[in-house]
């Protein structure tokens, strides 16, 4: 088999990970006609399609398949070489970086992860996306983010670094009628809830409570943990259950009371994620390092949320 060309073989990873000719031309900063000419000498050295339209996605063939892990492998391993001959420099250079961070990720962990980098890489800049639990394993693996901080344990390859643990608690408005009642399993039950379909472990409470034999239909549902603290202070009788970091930087802002949960809730182990790399490994693996200094460094502290001018 005739030689072929490296920028080729980094072309068709990208393209396999992404699914996608402009997102692949965006992770190599070309053209995407850049892209679709690579892919023309690909399908001719290799005498097959590789990548089929479906949609809007670009769908491997067999052949492809095959050859996308060694490929990838042969690719990563000239890449490491690469990378010890030529170091990344965090100082001179101007990189963007995408993580997907939870709202009180962005809230609690941004500032922080911001000041680390700016420490050592005064021109790099941060991209930060909303963190969707259902597709963020699907980011990591198009390279369409580069870390994201979230409650998974991932199968596969993936690198990651189990960073905090975060457990929950129920919170109510002290205006609550019977505020000094203990919370059993009854009265959580009957209590109307607020529940925040955004809450990246949402899924996980979910089971718990169904175990309990508490699980039942919210009476509200908001996508932001901020919506939260007016709508308990309006709804006096209301309970949500949320991280005890943030319930316990709220709860002389607000006014509110904190209860233990009477039913167990395994703690959200939270994990720092890379995606994995076909190109920049030195940049990459700084930055994921730098990620995981901030986060850990950060105090529990989420009382910085205040809606309603407070």
Not at 23 to 37: C, G, M, P, R
Not at 108 to 134: C, F, H, K, Y
Not at 198 to 220: C, F, H, I, Y
Request: proline letters at 6%.
């Amino acid at each position: 088999m005739a030689a072929i060309d490296l920028n080729l073989i980094r072309v068709f990873v990208i393209v396999h990970e992404t699914r996608s000719l402009t997102l692949a031309a965006e992770e190599l900063y070309v053209t995407q006609s850049a892209i679709s000419q690579s892919l023309g000498r690909l399908r001719k050295h290799f005498g097959d399609p590789l990548f089929e339209r479906v949609g809007r996605r670009m769908e491997p063939t067999p052949v492809a398949q095959d050859a996308y892990r060694d490929m990838r492998a042969a690719l990563d391993s000239i890449d490491t070489a690469l990378g010890r001959i030529h170091r990344f420099d965090p100082s001179t250079s101007d990189k963007v970086f995408r993580i997907a961070l939870s709202e009180l990720g962005e809230i609690g962990w941004m500032g922080n992860i911001l000041s680390e980098v700016r420490r050592t890489a005064p021109n790099v800049r941060i991209e930060s996306v909303a963190l969707d639990q259902n597709r963020f394993v699907e980011w990591l693996e198009r390279g369409f983010v580069d870390v994201a901080v979230a409650p998974a344990d991932l199968s596969g390859g993936f690198v990651r670094t189990r960073v905090k643990d975060q457990s929950y608690i129920a919170v109510m408005s002290r205006q609550s009628p019977e505020i000094e009642e203990p919370l059993t399993l009854e009265r959580f039950s009957a209590l109307p809830r607020i529940s925040v379909s955004g809450d990246s472990a949402a899924d996980l409470l979910e089971t718990a409570e169904r175990q309990a034999g508490v699980s039942r239909d919210p009476a509200a549902t908001v996508e932001r943990f901020a919506a939260l603290p007016s709508l308990l202070r309006s709804n006096p009788g209301h309970i949500a259950v949320i991280p005890r970091p943030i319930a316990e930087g709220w709860a002389h802002v607000w006014n509110l009371e904190l209860h233990d949960l009477p039913f167990e809730v395994p703690p959200v182990r939270l994990h720092v994620c890379r995606r994995s790399t076909a190109q920049s490994q030195g940049a990459l693996d700084w930055f994921y390092s730098t990620v995981i200094r901030a986060v850990v460094a950060t105090p529990a502290d989420f009382g910085s949320i205040h809606v309603d001018g407070r």
